[in-house]
């Protein structure tokens, strides 16, 4: 496994972590909000659907806007992950789905969400998610939008297993994605 590998997989540990932790403490029911059934599950995958076509869609574009909204992504994760095994790459996206959902979706919506409206509470962690992914400021207005797809799921299930298991699936299948077609041969930039 490569050093990259065990670094996110710690990074993730430790947030899920703390996100169990301090909710506990403070009282935020976290793992209470987890169910996986069978409904779940297919909610889960159609719900994946709609951001990783999006993903596949923008890379198979011709919008320049698009290109250049995704040429960071590819400047980042290409170095990052065009190197790891399909077994890294599921690896790593379980468990940012796990540590960042629990923490962001969890603990700090979940938390926040008991004090204020719970949409305010998902556009503030939403923002703050983005940010917490700063590549650019393209990356992270994605990423943030990709926290309120993440913690609408959270507010209109009450289950934060589907907003884990999306959050996971999205991960592994964008960075297969982005890491792997644009490497192919289709063109200089990634795009037809």
């Known amino acids: 496994m490569k050093r990259m ?6 990074v993730e540990t430790v ?11 403070i009282g935020t029911p976290i793992l209470e909000d987890a169910r996986v ?20 869609w923008g890379m198979r ?12 992504i590819r400047e980042t994760l290409i170095p990052l992950f065009s190197k790891c095994s399909l077994l890294e790459l599921l690896l790593i996206s379980i468990m940012a789905g796990i540590g960042e959902e629990v923490f962001f979706r969890g603990f700090l919506q979940g938390s926040l969400g008991r004090v204020v409206n ?3 509470a998902l556009a503030l962690v939403s923002a703050l998610f983005g940010l917490a992914h700063y590549v650019s400021l393209s990356y992270a ?4 939008l990709l926290g309120v797809y993440m913690g609408t799921l959270l507010l209109l ?8 298991a999306v959050h996971a699936l999205f991960d592994f299948f964008a960075i ?11 063109s200089a930039s990634g795009l037809p």
């Not at 590998?5 to 710690?10: Q, R, S």
């Not at 994605?177 to 490497?183: E, G, K, P």
């Open 5 to 10: 590998t065990l670094i996110v997989l710690v």
């Open 15 to 25: 947030l899920a972590a703390v996100g169990l932790v301090v909710g506990w403490w």
């Open 37 to 56: 059934d069978l409904p779940s599950g297919a909610l889960t995958l159609a719900a994946t659907v709609p951001p990783v076509a999006l993903v596949f």
């Open 61 to 72: 574009t011709k919008s320049a806007f698009l290109a250049r909204l995704l040429e960071p």
């Open 118 to 120: 719970p949409w305010i």
């Open 141 to 144: 207005i994605v990423t943030g």
């Open 157 to 164: 299930t009450g289950n934060l297993f589907v907003a884990v």
């Open 176 to 186: 297969l994605l982005i890491s792997r077609m644009t490497l192919s041969p289709v």
